[in-house]
């Protein structure tokens, strides 16, 4: 397991993704506790990019219910279809919003939130939870984020 994140000092994102998935796959390797991953892989992406909020929601009894996250507090439930994270639910597929307030039916957790994105996490082709990722910046996230945020969850859900 690695003790401490290796963050090179640059503005290439894809190149941050590319140094901390592995350390993120270090880190989660051996422990089958899923919450334990969930909650160093929502301080490890915090760690990482600072985002305003960055945590899970998992499904429970056909609701989002808050997992493990980083940040500040947060709603507790979100019901299928509710916004971001319940769309993320009914389409099965990632959400990019560039800016929360022209998304109709976000739920504002916090007025901080700009733009988020929302990513799926699937176990057998079924879908368990989604991650969640806010920024206190309008149009933070693109498809660069969605791509290594995809191979995160992918990983996190194949190791247990
Ligand atoms: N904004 C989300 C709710 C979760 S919080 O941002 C942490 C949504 O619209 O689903």
């Known amino acids: 397991?690695?003790?401490?994140?290796?963050?090179?000092?640059?503005?290439?994102?894809?190149?941050?993704?590319?140094?901390?998935?592995?350390q993120i796959e270090a880190l989660i390797k051996g422990e089958k506790n899923w919450i334990?991953?969930?909650?160093?892989?929502?301080?490890?992406?915090k760690q990482?990019?600072?985002?305003?909020?960055?945590?899970?929601?998992?499904?429970?009894?056909?609701?989002l219910v808050l997992a493990p996250f980083q940040g500040p507090i947060a709603?507790?439930?979100?019901?299928?279809?509710?916004?971001v994270?319940?769309?993320a639910w009914m389409d099965e597929e990632t959400i990019i919003v560039p800016d929360v307030a022209l998304f109709d039916g976000h739920i504002a957790?916090?007025?901080?939130?700009?733009?988020?994105?929302?990513?799926?996490?699937?176990?057998?082709n079924k879908i368990i939870g989604v991650l969640d990722c806010d920024s206190e910046y309008i149009n933070h996230f693109d498809t660069i984020d969605k791509l290594y945020l995809e191979k995160i969850c992918t990983l996190l859900v194949n190791n247990t």
Not at 6 to 22: A, G, L, V
Not at 36 to 45: D, F, G, I, K, S
Not at 53 to 62: D, K, P, Q, S
Not at 109 to 124: D, M, Q, R
């Open 109 to 124: 957790c916090n007025a901080n939130s700009k733009s988020e994105i929302v990513v799926p996490l699937f176990h057998n």
């Open 48 to 63: 990482t990019f600072n985002w305003f909020w960055v945590g899970f929601y998992l499904i429970e009894n056909n609701e």
């Open 1 to 22: 397991m690695v003790e401490e994140l290796y963050i090179s000092d640059t503005t290439d994102k894809s190149k941050i993704y590319q140094e901390i998935i592995p």
């Open 85 to 87: 994270c319940g769309k």
């Open 36 to 45: 334990a991953n969930l909650a160093n892989t929502a301080a490890a992406l």
């Open 75 to 83: 709603c507790t439930r979100i019901t299928f279809g509710k916004g």
